[in-house]
C-alpha cells in the first residue's frame, strides 16, 4: 500500500486500508525490516493476536496507549492493532529517561504501555500496566515478538 494512498486519510480510514490488503493480498509482502519480512497475513495475525490483548487489557475506544518499542515490524502491528480497538497510540523513543517516561504516561494519560520484555523490570516504575512483546509470536516462526 502506498503513502499516497493513506495521505490525508483518518486512522479508522487507514485501518480499514489495511484490514483489506490483509483480506485480498495475504501472501504479499507487507513489511520488510532488517532481516525479516512479514506478509499481510502475518502482519493481520500478529495484530489480531495484539487486538485480543488489548481488549483483554480494556483498552478500546479514545484510550491512549504507549508504545515503547524500535522502529520495527512489532512497532508497526501493535500500532495497527491499537488502532483497530479504536484507541490512539504515542511512540515513545525507546532511550526515554526513566523519569521523563513516567511523566509523559502520567502527562497523556495512557492507559498502557506495550514494551520489549527485557525493558519491563525497569519500566516498572510507571503506574500503568505493562504488556510486553514477549508472549507473541509468529506462527511458524518461533522469534519473540
Keep these: 500500500m502506498s503513502a499516497a494512498r493513506t495521505l490525508g486519510r483518518s486512522p479508522t480510514e487507514i485501518v480499514g486500508?489495511?484490514?483489506e490488503q490483509v483480506r485480498h493480498h495475504r501472501?504479499?509482502?507487507?513489511?520488510?525490516?532488517?532481516?525479516?519480512?512479514l506478509t499481510y497475513s502475518d502482519l493481520g495475525a500478529l495484530a489480531n493476536r495484539w487486538i485480543e490483548?488489548?481488549?483483554?487489557?480494556?483498552i478500546g475506544k479514545g484510550d491512549a496507549v504507549?508504545?515503547?518499542?524500535?522502529?520495527s515490524p512489532e512497532f508497526i502491528a501493535a500500532a495497527f492493532a491499537i488502532m483497530s480497538?479504536?484507541?490512539a497510540y504515542l511512540p515513545i523513543d525507546e532511550n526515554c529517561p526513566a523519569e521523563r517516561l513516567s511523566f509523559i504516561i502520567s502527562d497523556s494519560q495512557a492507559r498502557l504501555l506495550i514494551t520489549q520484555a527485557y525493558q519491563q523490570t525497569e519500566r516498572a516504575l510507571t503506574?500503568?500496566?505493562?504488556?510486553?512483546?514477549?508472549p507473541i509470536a509468529l506462527a511458524g516462526?518461533?522469534?519473540?515478538?
Design 53 to 58: 490483548r488489548l481488549q483483554s487489557a480494556g
Design 127 to 134: 503506574d500503568v500496566p505493562i504488556l510486553t512483546t514477549h
Design 27 to 37: 501472501k504479499v509482502t507487507a513489511i520488510k525490516a532488517a532481516n525479516r519480512e
Design 66 to 71: 504507549a508504545l515503547l518499542l524500535p522502529s
Design 85 to 87: 480497538v479504536g484507541a
Design 141 to 145: 516462526n518461533r522469534q519473540q515478538v
Design 17 to 19: 486500508l489495511i484490514h
